[in-house]
């Protein structure tokens, strides 16, 4: 497994549709032009340029909590989860996904969340079921049926923690399940994607 965050695991994903950032392809009426704009990332990426990354202190403070998120996991539900690396999907070699880690003796699986701003989090109490995760975070929504549809696993716990919350607040865990129609309307767009990207690669070579 190469640790994710790397530049080894960053050189895997080069080119390809990942899992966090799937959600640009899902408009309600097609790829669109958030949709064409990634596909173009993807093919900027397969000619060897890098797209700069863009960083917070957000992100930084999400990477930083996550094993200690895990870990409480682990302790809340008597389990042990083991971390992932990157996996290309098996119905496409476009495309892929770094699961948070996968929960081990069941079919289960995590995606976790460590929002810097506790209002975030506070609002992530409010998620009740995958309709909820999708109206207040299609992102997050996409990313969990896309690593469900790569994977094969039954279910993924969408984990949402924030060390300054005291008791069951400081973390909530919901179960969401694969969606067969999203996941058929995921794997066309994805087609849809890796068509249009290997079109304008053809047509940049010209």
């Not at 810097?116 to 999708?134: E, F, G, Q, R």
């Not at 060390?163 to 849809?192: C, H, V, Y």
Request: net charge negative.
């Amino acid at each position: 497994m190469i640790q994710q965050g790397t530049y080894e695991w960053l050189e895997q994903r080069r080119g390809l549709f990942t899992a966090s950032a799937i959600f640009k392809l899902m408009g309600k009426r097609g790829l669109g032009a958030t949709g064409e704009t990634y596909v173009i990332e993807k093919v900027t990426e397969s000619l060897g340029v890098p797209i700069p990354e863009i960083t917070s202190y957000a992100m930084q403070h999400g990477t930083e909590f996550e094993p200690l998120a895990r870990q409480y996991y682990e302790i809340a539900f008597h389990c042990e989860v083991e971390q992932q690396g990157f996996i290309v999907a098996p119905w496409c070699d476009q495309a892929g996904c770094s699961p948070d880690g996968f929960v081990e003796d069941t079919s289960k699986m995590i995606e976790i969340k460590c929002p810097y701003n506790p209002v975030i989090h506070t609002k992530h109490l409010m998620i009740k079921s995958a309709s909820d995760l999708l109206n207040q975070h299609p992102e997050y929504y996409w990313q969990i049926q896309m690593n469900l549809a790569i994977t094969g696993k039954s279910a993924c716990d969408f984990v949402s923690f924030h060390p300054e919350f005291t008791g069951w607040k400081r973390m909530i865990s919901i179960e969401i399940k694969p969606n067969g129609a999203d996941i058929i309307l995921l794997k066309q767009r994805i087609k849809e994607a890796v068509e249009l990207k290997e079109s304008i690669l053809k047509q940049i070579e010209l």
